[in-house]
């Protein structure tokens, strides 16, 4: 088996799904823009070869590495970057090499436009906030009337991440936001109170999950870039039944098949006359990837497993060959910002949580408005240790 790995050393632990692949005895041929000597050592050893391109951004540039590989090498069987930024291209590619596997740019629409995201939702009778695509001031005002008022969430129509999202909670707000919004299409939704939970999964052929988490994100990933907040989130120990109810829901009607995807959710703090009650879960969107940074790594902390090979088996076989070695637990992502003066030191911090850190590290300057400059990961048997960990790290000084 052939498999071409876009950009496998983005984020680094991406290496690891090269290096299940690779134990499973797959060729695993990467493509990337870092010249060779720059890769760790742990993706060389994880790849069978690997070719450099000017820029991942230069399409034919990287269709030629793809064409070299194939020839070479014999048919592609699988292409993947499993990052949503390279979703379009690698779809284009796979149309043009021939590669049955995964997804083709006719199945892109539904999972890029959160318009018909929500046509989907509707359809499979998937509780959501309600939603227009807003080309006017004039059609805004009638949304925000017909649902019973302020605030409304206003996002781009496609895009990834919280990036261009604006809270509007009156007339003002309104206003300036049709006066300075980019030039592309935006949704406007009912603002929902609630937090922002996923059901992570790795799917089969036939849609079935071989692998389920859930993550817990407060605040807003849209908030934290918005007010450079400090951040904080954690895996739950299990599945909500209501989040995977409609989790598996959500991923029969998109039809995903053989990916690991990361589906997000509001869990309702309010309840909502439209949606249902404290506790309940209205979808927010799908991303067809695994979820960002760290968090697959944090999913293993969890739940005493390792994804990457729950991945690769899939690829491999259709099936999940590796079973759970261990307890679950609550495992918590808590970052600092350089510009913030905390109460505790870095050393602090390493010093006192030394023996229950499962990871201490700095994070890249590219995500590092979204996750914070340095984080820490542990995890507890409950939460109200988390709690204790996430206050010591997170206290300012006066």
Known sequence: MNFVFISPNFPHT????????????VNVLGIGDAPYFEL????KNSLNEYYKVDSLENYWA?????????EKYGHIDWLESNNEYWLEQDAKLRSEFNITT????????????????????TEAGIPKARQIVVSSLELAKDFIREIGGYPVCA???????????????????LEDFFRTKPPIVYVMEEFIEGNICSYDAIVDSDSN???????????????????????????????????QELGRKTVKAFKVKNRFVH?????????????????????????????GGYTPDMMNFA????????WADMITTNKRILKPDGDDYFCYYVSRRDHIHYLHSHEEVSSKYWNILKMNERMPEVLSGAMGSQMYVACFAEKEDAKEFVNFILARAE
């Not at 760790?40 to 993706?43: I, T």
């Open 102 to 121: 995964g997804i083709h740019p006719h199945d892109l629409e539904p999972w890029k436009h959160k318009s018909l995201m929500h046509k989907i939702y």
């Open 209 to 243: 999950p071989l692998f389920e988490s859930m993550g817990f994100f407060p605040p807003s990933i849209a908030d934290i870039l918005n007010k450079n907040l400090d951040l904080y989130f954690h895996i739950n120990k299990q599945v909500d039944p209501k989040l």
């Open 155 to 173: 996002k781009p129509d496609v895009g990834v991440g919280a990036a261009s999202t604006y809270k509007i909670e009156n007339d003002q707000q």
């Open 303 to 310: 739940h005493s497993t390792d994804v990457y090979q729950i």
């Open 263 to 291: 589906l997000e959710f509001f869990c309702l703090t309010k309840a909502n006359s439209h949606i249902g009650e404290v506790g309940d879960f209205a979808a927010l969107e799908v991303n067809m990837r695994p979820a």
């Open 40 to 43: 760790e050592d742990s993706l």
């Open 14 to 25: 991406y290496w690891m799904f090269c290096d299940r692949l690779r134990r499973n005895g």
């Open 62 to 70: 990287v269709r030629e590495a793809v064409r070299y590989f194939s």
